[in-house]
């Protein structure tokens, strides 16, 4: 029954993206895995809302399993992106006159369009010295992202796939490491601003975390990327290839973003509080004569 | 009379006493010479003020007057052979504050109406409300007197074409000879139309405890039930008279937020129109 | 002079009190006023104050129609009426005041015998209404389905038809006709009573002064004289309502092509926007006529783009998402190339919306408020208001004109009745009938219209769900729709 009313909604052909966030489910064009439609783009692979369901539940088990397979996030995050959140983020660039000129343009952040000796070389404290600093500190390049597979509207896609390479920026931005802890704050923080439930999701995986780096995760890192996500500016909406020789405390301003605690130096701070803990109980032990 | 007293009132038997010999007649007939009464004319003087309000004691009145014309248009296409159909002379007798009389005066089909009242407080309303319509001037002439104080008409152009007994007939105490001294008013194939209710339990019901009492849309002491003639009481009236012919009856009922409307068989019980026509000579 | 509420008062007290009384209440208040009323007012039995398609209808109704062809009726219109007359566009041209016509309405002026004098190669039929929401795209679509399935052809919802066209031949009519004094270029100086004389009593009677010190007396006196009536304010009937805050852009487009059914099968296209609805509405030829009612800050934004940039942002309008219009309300220049890029990534049904539009007439583009206002009654003593001097609307259903003509026909019918039973047409108790057929008739659309633009000015929420659900079921529920259908029609089972 509800597959024939599906058919006639085919037949009416409706446009697809102006639907409300209640959606209807019988304007959303369907179709069976034997028949379907061609790519909208190339890599663009079409799948049924079934499949699109299995591909959600199955990468996020196995994400949190093993959060370095970087392909089942990317997975993850186009899975859950529609109906409506991909669509929210894409009016949110489409409301901005930057974010306007970054959907026309359509940059792409590589190590092709992004020469690293270039950003290497720039002043101390922009942008591009930051992002280049941080990307040579964690041992990453610009290349590591994926390409989007799983979302249906060409412009979206774009959309998805301009956040991914972005993602270093914002590491850049807010200076948090590429450790588990770092990543998690990271996520809060996106999903505080641009809403995709993938963010929201990966928070989960503070469950993997240890105690200490929960409890620092819940006093200092989340109130912050609430605080922060939600009051500044989209950060979808930052043209970086123009800001590379920004004075990035500038753009921070501009955007309404602090930079939290470096975690790295506390995390060196605690290593070296625990060694020197260690050593003390040892040299005790030694002298009371105990192996 | 061995027979119980049925809601026929002394002076119906009048009516009856028609057919019976002058002498018989002469101990019933009304010593006075007009038809007015006196204490209908000075219930109706007290009702003077409110005649012309729309939304007074006199609105059931007013609603009813279209149905008045209706009923004259089907008498006169009722003729076998048309008649005039511009000039149109109308007595009114009883015009009250001349709701009728001045719709007849409007009608272009009208050459002229003469309407008379016999009380004065009405008939000074009459006139002066009929001064706010200019285009009454010259066709409506209001006359205070009875019927029989107007002069009798003595040639065919000083006859009415219609002569009108709106409302009037239940007020009129001998209501026989008041017919009588009409008739010659009325031209030969001229007609004779008349409103009044039936002498019915309905029309007691409705008009006197619903509408005077309950309701109170029409104002106590208008009606006397004892007065009502019933429509076959007319009628014998009338064709046993030779000279007439052709009569109509019409029943109306009121009914409140919808007004008056025509109901065939309503006649038997409550108001209804009734017309005659004269003999063409 | 606004009559004070005392007058009115006065009036309604006339036949309780003596007229020696109210006669004196009646000096009191004219004092200042005597020395003008010594001219002799010329007496008729209709003065209709304004020659708009309601006024004009009214005249060539009575003067058609043989119960009241008796009547002296006399036109007064402050505009110059020859224009009116001699209105005469070249077939590729047309005016950017346009209003829907219902069949209903067509076959009252037919009735009168002022449509045949209507230039039917500037009418336009339309038989098809595509309805949809801007944020949901849920769609309706009204046609005779069942006409055009039962091979009867296509049954027109609609005409299009520019206003002047109808006032140029409802004046034709009334010329042919002949009988009807027409003052024009005359303002209405003052209304107020007449006077009491030796033959004739015509202190309730309404007199309208004409600039030149002419005086009209009126049997009845019919306000048809616009929004902001003076005969209604003489007559101290109050109008309700509130302002929407929007305002109607109008003018004349010229589309690509015919239309996607060409000349045989138009149709009338209207887009519920947040900041209000959107409507191409089709004319003869390649042309359609634009109402958009918007904020009167877009308003004005719109009516200072270049004419490029103003048909890249009516196109928008129908197929963009609210928040490229929106961003696009925002430029001063450059909507034309915003609007191609975007076009290539917004899905449509080029099918189910307007051809592009690719020409604006010249001079074409203006806009008026929108507001709604309802008199408190229709008639007062001597006193008719018909048209938008009782009743404003919103455009969104196309029914004010059609509301007036409406009007007018229950108005003629009442004043026929009068006449044939011999009542003084302009008493109120005459009127009545008038007020009781029209009142509850107009106010149920006014509030329709009143809470169709309500609902859809909401922009996200449950409500865009609920709506857009209530509009699909209704688009499927076929005799539910041939019902709103007729009604709109004014050829429906009349409900009230």
């Given at each position: 029954m509800a597959f024939l009313i599906r058919q006639q909604a085919l037949r009416g052909a409706?446009?697809?993206?102006?639907?409300?966030?209640?959606?209807?489910?019988?304007n959303s064009r369907h179709f069976i895995v034997l028949n379907r439609p061609p790519p909208?783009?190339?890599g663009h692979v079409p799948l049924t809302r079934i499949e699109k369901a299995g591909l959600a539940l199955g990468s996020a088990v196995m994400s949190l399993m093993d959060p370095h397979r970087g392909d089942l996030i990317a997975a993850l995050g186009e899975a859950t992106a529609t109906p409506y959140f991909i669509y929210r983020l894409r009016d949110a660039m489409l409301s901005d006159p930057t974010g306007r000129r970054i959907l026309r343009d359509r940059p792409r952040i590589s190590s092709k369009t992004l020469s690293m000796e270039y950003l290497r070389a720039?002043?101390?404290?922009t942008v591009g010295r930051t992002y280049a600093d941080w990307l040579d500190r964690e041992g990453?390049?610009?290349?590591?992202r994926s390409e989007v597979q799983y979302i249906d509207n060409e412009e979206c896609a774009y959309v998805m796939q301009r956040y991914r390479e972005c993602h270093d920026f914002y590491h850049a931005l807010t200076g948090?490491?590429?450790v588990r802890e770092g990543e998690i704050a990271l996520k809060a923080f996106e999903f505080a601003n641009t809403l995709l439930p993938m963010t929201a999701l990966s928070t989960?995986?503070?469950?993997?975390?240890k105690k200490n780096e929960r409890d620092r995760f819940w006093k200092i890192y989340l109130p912050w990327a609430v605080k922060n996500g939600a009051q500044s500016?989209?950060?979808?909406?930052?043209y970086w290839e123009e800001q590379l020789e920004r004075d990035v405390d500038g753009l921070r301003a501009e955007l309404g973003v602090e930079k939290p605690v470096d975690l790295r130096t506390i995390r060196k701070a605690e290593r070296e509080r625990w060694r020197a803990e260690k050593e003390a109980k040892k040299r005790a032990s030694d002298s009371l004569g105990i192996n | 009379m061995a027979a119980p007293l049925r809601p026929t009132s002394l002076r119906n038997l009048n009516l009856l006493l028609r057919t019976a010999p002058r002498f018989v007649q002469n101990q019933f007939?009304?010593?006075?010479?007009?038809?007015?009464?006196p204490e209908e004319v000075s219930h109706f003087n007290a009702l003077a003020s409110t005649w012309?309000?729309?939304?007074?004691?006199s609105r059931l009145l007013h609603l009813m007057n279209p149905l008045r014309h209706n009923f004259i248009r089907g008498c006169h296409a009722s003729q076998p052979k048309p008649g005039p159909t511009s000039n149109l002379r109308y007595l009114d007798i009883g015009?009250?504050?001349?709701i009728f009389a001045e719709s007849a005066a409007r009608?272009?089909?009208?050459?002229s109406v003469v309407a008379i009242d016999p009380s004065p407080e009405v008939l000074a309303v009459a006139k002066a409300h009929a001064r706010?319509?200019?285009?009454l001037q010259g066709k409506l002439t209001y006359l205070n007197t009875s019927i029989e104080g107007l002069p009798q008409p003595e040639s065919v152009e000083e006859q009415y074409d219609v002569l009108s007994l709106f409302e009037v007939i239940e007020h009129i105490t001998h209501p026989a000879d008041f017919l009588d001294t009409c008739?010659?008013?009325?031209?030969?194939g001229g007609w004779i139309v008349m409103s009044t209710i039936a002498r019915s339990w309905t029309s007691w019901l409705t008009t006197?405890?619903?509408?005077?009492?309950?309701?109170?849309?029409v104002p106590r002491g208008?009606?006397?039930?004892?007065?009502y003639i019933n429509e076959e009481e007319l009628r014998g009236y009338f064709l046993r008279e030779?000279?007439?012919?052709s009569p109509r009856v019409m029943g109306v009922v009121y009914i409140p937020g919808l007004g008056w409307k025509e109901v065939a068989g309503s006649e038997k019980v409550g108001n209804y129109f009734f017309g005659i026509r004269k003999d063409e000579v | 002079m606004k009559p004070t509420t005392a007058s009115a008062r006065t009036r309604q007290l006339g036949n309780y009190i003596c007229s020696s009384c109210s006669h004196q209440l009646r000096r009191q208040r004219r004092g200042y006023a005597s020395?003008?009323?010594?001219i002799k007012p010329s007496i008729y039995d209709v003065v209709c104050v304004g020659g708009g398609p309601a006024g004009l209808s009214l005249l060539a109704a009575l003067r058609s129609s043989p119960a009241t062809a008796n009547l002296k009726v006399a036109l007064v219109e402050s505009q110059d009426l020859s224009k009116t007359r001699d209105f005469l566009l070249p077939p590729n041209q047309f005016s950017n005041r346009c209003s829907s016509l219902t069949p209903s309405s067509v076959r009252f002026l037919d009735t009168i015998g002022a449509w045949k004098h209507v230039k039917k190669e500037r009418v336009q039929g339309y038989t098809e209404m595509q309805v949809w929401d801007?944020?949901?795209?849920a769609r309706i679509e009204f046609d005779w389905h069942a006409e055009k399935e039962a091979g009867r052809g296509e049954r027109p919802i609609a005409f299009m038809n520019e206003n002047l066209n109808l006032t140029s031949g409802l004046l034709k009519r009334i010329d042919e006709l002949g009988g009807v004094e027409i003052m024009d270029r005359?303002?209405?100086e003052n209304i107020g009573f007449g006077e009491e004389s030796e033959e004739v009593d015509l202190r309730m009677w309404p007199v309208v002064e004409l600039n030149g010190g002419r005086r009209l007396a009126a049997r009845l006196l019919v306000g048809?004289?616009?929004?902001?009536?003076p005969v209604r304010a003489f007559s101290g009937i109050e109008s309700r309502g509130w302002d929407y805050e929007r305002h109607g852009v109008v003018a004349t487009l010229e589309t690509e092509g015919s239309g996607w059914g060409g000349d045989a099968s138009k149709t009338a296209y209207q887009r519920f926007l947040p900041t209000g609805p959107v409507a191409m509405l089709p004319l003869p030829g390649n042309y359609s006529t634009l109402v958009w009612s918007t904020t009167p800050a877009l308003a004005a934004h719109l009516k200072t783009l270049s004419p490029k940039d103003f048909i890249a942002m009516v196109n928008a309008a129908f197929r963009l998402s609210p928040v490229d219009l929106a961003y696009m309300h925002t430029?001063?220049?450059g909507q034309a190339d915003e609007f191609s890029w975007r076009a290539q990534h917004t899905e449509f049904d080029m099918q189910r919306i307007p051809q592009k539009a690719v020409g604006v007439q010249e001079g074409s583009i203006a806009s008026f408020p929108l507001k709604l206002r309802h008199a408190d009654?229709?008639?007062g003593e001597r006193v008719a208001l018909v048209g938008d001097a009782a009743h404003t609307i919103h455009p969104l259903a196309g029914q004010g004109l059609n509301q007036g003509q409406g009007d007018v026909e229950s108005l003629v019918k009442t004043i026929e009745f009068a006449v044939t039973h011999g009542?003084?047409?302009?008493?109120e108790m005459s009127l009545e009938q008038y007020n009781v057929e029209r009142y509850a008739a107009n106010n149920m659309l006014l509030g329709v219209c009143d809470k169709l633009h309500k609902l859809y000015?909401?922009?996200?929420?449950?409500l865009v769900g609920l709506r857009s659900i209530g509009l699909r079921a209704i688009n499927s529920l076929g005799p539910l729709k041939a019902f709103l259908m007729a009604q709109a029609a004014g050829t429906g089972v009349k409900i009230l």
């Amino acid at each position: 029954m509800a597959f024939l009313i599906r058919q006639q909604a085919l037949r009416g052909a409706l446009p697809r993206e102006l639907l409300a966030a209640c959606a209807i489910s019988l304007n959303s064009r369907h179709f069976i895995v034997l028949n379907r439609p061609p790519p909208n783009y190339p890599g663009h692979v079409p799948l049924t809302r079934i499949e699109k369901a299995g591909l959600a539940l199955g990468s996020a088990v196995m994400s949190l399993m093993d959060p370095h397979r970087g392909d089942l996030i990317a997975a993850l995050g186009e899975a859950t992106a529609t109906p409506y959140f991909i669509y929210r983020l894409r009016d949110a660039m489409l409301s901005d006159p930057t974010g306007r000129r970054i959907l026309r343009d359509r940059p792409r952040i590589s190590s092709k369009t992004l020469s690293m000796e270039y950003l290497r070389a720039l002043p101390e404290n922009t942008v591009g010295r930051t992002y280049a600093d941080w990307l040579d500190r964690e041992g990453v390049s610009p290349d590591t992202r994926s390409e989007v597979q799983y979302i249906d509207n060409e412009e979206c896609a774009y959309v998805m796939q301009r956040y991914r390479e972005c993602h270093d920026f914002y590491h850049a931005l807010t200076g948090l490491p590429i450790v588990r802890e770092g990543e998690i704050a990271l996520k809060a923080f996106e999903f505080a601003n641009t809403l995709l439930p993938m963010t929201a999701l990966s928070t989960f995986a503070i469950t993997t975390l240890k105690k200490n780096e929960r409890d620092r995760f819940w006093k200092i890192y989340l109130p912050w990327a609430v605080k922060n996500g939600a009051q500044s500016k989209e950060v979808i909406n930052v043209y970086w290839e123009e800001q590379l020789e920004r004075d990035v405390d500038g753009l921070r301003a501009e955007l309404g973003v602090e930079k939290p605690v470096d975690l790295r130096t506390i995390r060196k701070a605690e290593r070296e509080r625990w060694r020197a803990e260690k050593e003390a109980k040892k040299r005790a032990s030694d002298s009371l004569g105990i192996n | 009379m061995a027979a119980p007293l049925r809601p026929t009132s002394l002076r119906n038997l009048n009516l009856l006493l028609r057919t019976a010999p002058r002498f018989v007649q002469n101990q019933f007939r009304a010593q006075s010479t007009s038809s007015v009464n006196p204490e209908e004319v000075s219930h109706f003087n007290a009702l003077a003020s409110t005649w012309w309000d729309p939304h007074g004691s006199s609105r059931l009145l007013h609603l009813m007057n279209p149905l008045r014309h209706n009923f004259i248009r089907g008498c006169h296409a009722s003729q076998p052979k048309p008649g005039p159909t511009s000039n149109l002379r109308y007595l009114d007798i009883g015009c009250g504050g001349g709701i009728f009389a001045e719709s007849a005066a409007r009608l272009p089909s009208t050459g002229s109406v003469v309407a008379i009242d016999p009380s004065p407080e009405v008939l000074a309303v009459a006139k002066a409300h009929a001064r706010r319509d200019p285009g009454l001037q010259g066709k409506l002439t209001y006359l205070n007197t009875s019927i029989e104080g107007l002069p009798q008409p003595e040639s065919v152009e000083e006859q009415y074409d219609v002569l009108s007994l709106f409302e009037v007939i239940e007020h009129i105490t001998h209501p026989a000879d008041f017919l009588d001294t009409c008739a010659p008013f009325v031209k030969p194939g001229g007609w004779i139309v008349m409103s009044t209710i039936a002498r019915s339990w309905t029309s007691w019901l409705t008009t006197k405890v619903v509408a005077e009492d309950i309701a109170r849309i029409v104002p106590r002491g208008t009606h006397d039930w004892e007065k009502y003639i019933n429509e076959e009481e007319l009628r014998g009236y009338f064709l046993r008279e030779r000279g007439w012919n052709s009569p109509r009856v019409m029943g109306v009922v009121y009914i409140p937020g919808l007004g008056w409307k025509e109901v065939a068989g309503s006649e038997k019980v409550g108001n209804y129109f009734f017309g005659i026509r004269k003999d063409e000579v | 002079m606004k009559p004070t509420t005392a007058s009115a008062r006065t009036r309604q007290l006339g036949n309780y009190i003596c007229s020696s009384c109210s006669h004196q209440l009646r000096r009191q208040r004219r004092g200042y006023a005597s020395v003008t009323q010594s001219i002799k007012p010329s007496i008729y039995d209709v003065v209709c104050v304004g020659g708009g398609p309601a006024g004009l209808s009214l005249l060539a109704a009575l003067r058609s129609s043989p119960a009241t062809a008796n009547l002296k009726v006399a036109l007064v219109e402050s505009q110059d009426l020859s224009k009116t007359r001699d209105f005469l566009l070249p077939p590729n041209q047309f005016s950017n005041r346009c209003s829907s016509l219902t069949p209903s309405s067509v076959r009252f002026l037919d009735t009168i015998g002022a449509w045949k004098h209507v230039k039917k190669e500037r009418v336009q039929g339309y038989t098809e209404m595509q309805v949809w929401d801007g944020i949901s795209g849920a769609r309706i679509e009204f046609d005779w389905h069942a006409e055009k399935e039962a091979g009867r052809g296509e049954r027109p919802i609609a005409f299009m038809n520019e206003n002047l066209n109808l006032t140029s031949g409802l004046l034709k009519r009334i010329d042919e006709l002949g009988g009807v004094e027409i003052m024009d270029r005359e303002r209405v100086e003052n209304i107020g009573f007449g006077e009491e004389s030796e033959e004739v009593d015509l202190r309730m009677w309404p007199v309208v002064e004409l600039n030149g010190g002419r005086r009209l007396a009126a049997r009845l006196l019919v306000g048809a004289d616009g929004a902001n009536s003076p005969v209604r304010a003489f007559s101290g009937i109050e109008s309700r309502g509130w302002d929407y805050e929007r305002h109607g852009v109008v003018a004349t487009l010229e589309t690509e092509g015919s239309g996607w059914g060409g000349d045989a099968s138009k149709t009338a296209y209207q887009r519920f926007l947040p900041t209000g609805p959107v409507a191409m509405l089709p004319l003869p030829g390649n042309y359609s006529t634009l109402v958009w009612s918007t904020t009167p800050a877009l308003a004005a934004h719109l009516k200072t783009l270049s004419p490029k940039d103003f048909i890249a942002m009516v196109n928008a309008a129908f197929r963009l998402s609210p928040v490229d219009l929106a961003y696009m309300h925002t430029q001063a220049s450059g909507q034309a190339d915003e609007f191609s890029w975007r076009a290539q990534h917004t899905e449509f049904d080029m099918q189910r919306i307007p051809q592009k539009a690719v020409g604006v007439q010249e001079g074409s583009i203006a806009s008026f408020p929108l507001k709604l206002r309802h008199a408190d009654t229709y008639i007062g003593e001597r006193v008719a208001l018909v048209g938008d001097a009782a009743h404003t609307i919103h455009p969104l259903a196309g029914q004010g004109l059609n509301q007036g003509q409406g009007d007018v026909e229950s108005l003629v019918k009442t004043i026929e009745f009068a006449v044939t039973h011999g009542q003084d047409i302009g008493v109120e108790m005459s009127l009545e009938q008038y007020n009781v057929e029209r009142y509850a008739a107009n106010n149920m659309l006014l509030g329709v219209c009143d809470k169709l633009h309500k609902l859809y000015t909401v922009e996200s929420g449950p409500l865009v769900g609920l709506r857009s659900i209530g509009l699909r079921a209704i688009n499927s529920l076929g005799p539910l729709k041939a019902f709103l259908m007729a009604q709109a029609a004014g050829t429906g089972v009349k409900i009230l």
